[in-house]
Every structure is written in C-alpha cells, then in structure tokens.
Nanobody, 124 residues
Framework: QVQLVESGGGLVQAGDSLRLSCAAS????????MAWWRQAPGNEREFVAA????????YYGDSVKGRFTISRDNAKNLVYLQMNSLKPEDTAVYYC?????????????????WGQGTQVTVSK
C-alpha cells in the first residue's frame, strides 16, 4: 500500500498563491488515482481535486474551479496542488489521498490511503 506525505502548507494573505506537494512511497504510484481533500474546523472533509493515474483527466470541486490546479509527476511519485487567488475560506488542513485504480471522484469512500495533512491558513 502506498504511503503519503504532504508538504507546502503555510500562512499566506488573501490573493496569494501556494503550492502543495504530496510524496508517495511504498507501492506502484501509477496504480493510483490521486486527490486532494480539505477539512476546516467544525466542517466535514471536502473534496478539492482529483487526477487520473496518468494525469490525463482532472476533476475539481466547485469551490476551487478556475483557481486550483492538480498535477502529478509519475517519474518522481509526486502530486501537486497549485492554489491561486487564495481566499480566507480556503483555510483548512489539506489532505492527499490515493484511490487504487485509473480514476477517482469526489466520494470519500473511494480513497484507500490518506496522508497526515498540511495546514493552509489564508488571512484577510
């Protein structure tokens, strides 16, 4: 089973950009579709974006469409989330998740493995 470690979170101002990274190890990376989720205090975990095993298809949550971009580098076993035009409501812990298979969507139960999360805080 793959293991996931997120990095790149931090404190930024509204309108700034930030790039998150997720490093995968321990299994064949291309066996997994990958995604980013987030969870703000008191809220349920929210789907952010997903990417197919070869990067050919991407899928975004409505709240981040046009601002966030998911990508992956299969040679380096990395997944990225480029976040632009950040808003205070983007403040959350961001989680990387893996789903065994070619593609995945926005259902929590699709995902087999989760990282420990990285905090993103956007100030006004």
């Amino acid at each position: 089973q793959v293991q996931l470690v997120e990095s790149g979170g931090g404190l930024v101002q509204a309108g700034d950009s930030l790039r998150l990274s997720c490093a995968a190890s321990g299994d064949t990376f291309i066996s997994y579709a990958m995604a980013w989720w987030r969870q703000a205090p008191g809220n349920e975990r929210e789907f952010v974006a997903a990417i197919s095993w070869n990067g050919g298809r991407t899928y975004y949550g409505d709240s981040v469409k046009g601002r966030f971009t998911i990508s992956r580098d299969n040679a380096k076993n990395l997944v990225y989330l480029q976040m632009n035009s950040l808003k205070p409501e983007d403040t959350a812990v961001y989680y990387c998740a893996a789903s065994r298979g070619y593609e995945s969507g926005n259902l929590y139960d699709e995902y087999d493995v989760w990282g420990q999360g990285t905090q993103v805080t956007v100030s006004k």
